[in-house]
């Protein structure tokens, strides 16, 4: 399978290329032909609305740039990847010029009596090819792609596309404040590798990866909203994406939300009290499970475990990138109380722990 995948966003160190490496190189394992275009290296102009290209039965742009080896990959290709930011509700600039100098694809209308409305004609050449589009958001599902996966839906049935799906991935900020360490930010990333690997070896994507792909990261818009000002506050002190990345990455507050996100009551014991003293951001909170339900709240007497340590340490210890008894020989994890505790938490946490 031939494979154009279309790359509109201008970040490269974001959340689009990430999914986007993913899924081309689970295509390419699966023997895709992938022509990886990234627009914003390239030289293209905007449509300038002319319709020289209306003229004739193929359609020539009068505009000489990289559009037109791109309009000929589209051409030869069997499937069309498109991946693209939401910026204010809308794909990007560049995915935007891409799809206005796709028109000399476009021969005009007909009517088609099966779907009883009136559709755009193409050129025979684009007919029939799956497309597929992964679009990334900040936002929560829901409102943030509403606008986009609509165009996306028109643009696909005005070119005679097969839609094979729309991944919408929401909740980016996640991917940075939880790195690659949280359970759930592994799945997905896994999912967006399978999905590049079933287009090209079924030619369409299960609705199981593509949930896998969209999986929400915060359990409700309370607590997205509630992480989210985390992100906003670390944000306006510092100007250096690494250092808010860091800094974010190793907030006690969300070191222990996420414990409490991946929670698994069925192994967890009745009732238990763990408090967390770090050190180095002079913070304390615990974690308190009751009936099996898990919070973290502020507590202030003698919990069954405490646990000293500095927020670097501990993220480690969840990213399994330590080994934690060497930690707590080098005294970076300091235990007092019910230890036992301690070594039952990579069971009801669903955390590292190497
Ligand atoms: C100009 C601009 C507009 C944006 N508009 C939206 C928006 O309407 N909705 C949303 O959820 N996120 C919005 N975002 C956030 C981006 O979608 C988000 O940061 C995404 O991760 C960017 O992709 P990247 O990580 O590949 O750079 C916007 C970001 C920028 C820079």
Same mark, same amino acid.
């Given at each position: ?73 589209? /051409? %030869? &290709?069997?499937?069309? *990847?498109?991946? $693209?930011?939401?910026? #204010?509700? =809308?794909? !990007? ?117 593509? /949930? %896998? &792909?969209?999986?929400? *990261?915060?359990? $409700?818009?309370?607590? #997205?909203? =509630?992480? !989210? ?126």
């Amino acid at each position: 399978m031939k494979i154009l995948a279309v790359r509109g966003n201008p970040r490269k160190t974001g959340v689009c290329q990430r999914l986007g490496d993913l899924f081309i190189e689970g295509a390419r394992e699966a023997g895709a032909d992938v022509w990886d275009v990234d627009l914003s290296s390239l030289d293209i102009a905007p449509c300038m609305g002319c319709f020289s290209c209306s003229a004739g039965d193929k359609g020539t742009c009068v505009l000489k740039d990289d559009m037109e080896g791109l309009r000929k990959k589209l /051409s %030869t &290709a069997d499937a069309l *990847l498109c991946i $693209s930011p939401v910026y #204010f509700y =809308a794909m !990007s600039a560049q995915m935007k010029i891409f799809w206005d100098r796709c028109f000399p694809f476009i021969r005009g209308y007909d009517f088609d009596s099966a779907k009883e409305r009136v559709v755009n004609e193409t050129n025979f050449e684009v007919k029939n090819k799956k497309f597929v589009t992964i679009s990334v958001a900040s936002g929560r599902l829901k409102g943030s792609f509403e606008a986009m996966s609509h165009t996306y839906g028109v643009i696909s049935d005005a070119m005679g596309f097969e839609y094979i799906a729309d991944i919408r991935r929401g909740e980016s900020p996640y991917f940075g404040i939880l790195g690659e360490r949280a359970v759930r930010v592994r799945k997905i990333l896994e999912a967006y590798k399978e999905a590049g690997l079933q287009l090209a070896s079924m030619g369409r994507i299960s609705p199981q990866v593509v /949930s %896998t &792909a969209e999986l929400q *990261l915060t359990e $409700s818009d309370e607590a #997205f909203a =509630a992480n !989210s000002k985390i992100f906003w506050q670390l944000h306006r002190n510092k100007k250096i994406p690494q250092e808010i990345s860091d800094c974010v990455r190793y907030d006690p507050r969300i070191l222990l939300d996420e414990m409490c996100r991946n929670f698994i009551p069925s192994r967890a014991p009745e009732k238990a009290s763990i408090k967390f003293v770090f050190t180095d951001k002079n913070i304390s909170r615990a974690i308190v499970i009751d009936s099996r339900k898990c919070k973290v709240c502020d507590f202030h007497g003698v919990a069954d475990l405490t646990v000293i340590t500095d927020s670097k340490s501990w993220c480690d210890m969840m990213a399994e990138r330590r080994d934690v008894l060497k930690m707590i020989s080098q005294k970076r994890i300091i235990l007092e109380g019910d230890k036992r505790l301690f070594a039952g938490m990579k069971r009801f946490f669903g955390i590292g722990m190497a």
